[in-house]
């Protein structure tokens, strides 16, 4: 299928992988899906209740890689959808999805994604969501992701979420259990400015004995934006979790961490760290005697910071 430049553009922000119309892979544009593909071990079904898709993922699947965008290019749209994988014992693979909103009109853009992961055992699963917006109108881009992943006995679920810039209002709700001896991973960035606001709720459930949890949340907050992070790790057995919360602030912005840790029981090992600070301003001078301006320097900043 070919796609108009717009839908291009922002494909190549929010895919980080290159989007390829092969393999498996499902495109999801204004509200449709409009093209998609199914491999020899992935395969993709609509649903026949309510919009979204059912994803298989055979165990047989070795390095392989779906990818399941949303773009937004027509303003005023409300877009829900809802996707569940269902991943079989031993698979490894990675899943490349997120949302980029073009809005060039005045009324407000918003996507509503509900995904579900339901992960066997031994399988290897890394999962990559990027937000992106755009647009020359004054409508509102707004993403509100829902996102609950329970993982099966010995399995390892690499989360990366990256909010790039341009969404004016975001909820994120994550929810995840772990088996035993599962392990996650998690690494969330995220960037807001002028008035835009974020919220990110994330419940880890650490249900099984050695299961492990590592959520690292790196934020930068510009302009008068507010961000809310309240990351909650709960050891139910005997397990190990570790969540870090480190943010920029800048301008007038507005930062609130609020990490919690609950232990249920008495072999569970949770640490939480959580940080807030301006940029230092030694950093700033040492790059600008390299040549930069102030605002250059305070960029190669951000972006070290974030990656």
Do not use: W
Not at 50 to 73: L, N, R, T, W
Not at 84 to 93: R, S
Not at 175 to 204: C, P, W
Not at 211 to 239: D, E
């Amino acid at each position: 299928m070919k796609l108009n430049e717009v839908a291009e553009n922002v494909l190549k922000v929010i895919d980080s992988y290159g989007f390829k119309q092969e393999g498996a892979f499902n495109l999801r544009l204004n509200g449709m899906a409009v093209c998609h593909g199914d491999s020899r071990h992935i395969r993709i079904v609509k649903k026949e209740d309510k919009p979204g898709i059912d994803i298989y993922i055979s165990g047989e699947a070795e390095q392989e890689q779906v990818h399941i965008p949303v773009v937004m290019s027509e303003p005023g749209m409300k877009d829900v959808v809802y996707n569940d994988f269902y991943i079989e014992d031993g698979a490894d693979v990675t899943i490349v999805a997120g949302c980029g909103i073009h809005n060039d009109g005045c009324s407000e853009s918003r996507h509503d994604g509900i995904h579900a992961f339901h992960v066997g055992k031994n399988a290897n699963v890394k999962y990559v969501e990027n937000h992106y917006a755009e647009g020359t109108g004054s409508g509102d881009k707004v993403l509100n992701p829902v996102t609950k992943i329970y993982v099966g006995e010995n399995s390892v679920f690499t989360l990366e979420t990256t909010q790039i810039k341009g969404v004016d209002s975001t909820e994120r709700e994550s929810f995840i259990e772990l088996a035993e001896g599962a392990k996650l991973y998690v690494t969330e960035k995220l960037m807001t400015h002028r008035a835009q606001t974020a919220v990110s709720n994330m419940d880890v459930q650490l249900n099984g004995e050695n299961s492990s949890a590592r959520i690292v949340s790196r934020s930068v907050a510009k302009g008068t934006s507010r961000q809310v992070f309240h990351p909650k790790a709960v050891g139910n057995a005997l397990c190990h979790a570790h969540v870090q919360c480190d943010s920029i602030i800048m301008d007038q912005a507005r930062i609130s961490s609020i990490p919690e840790i609950n232990a249920n029981h008495v072999d569970a090992q949770i640490v939480h760290e959580a940080a807030i600070g301006r940029i230092n301003s030694e950093q700033l001078t040492k790059l600008m005697t390299f040549g930069l301006s102030e605002e250059e320097a305070e960029a190669v900043i951000i972006e070290t910071f974030l990656n």
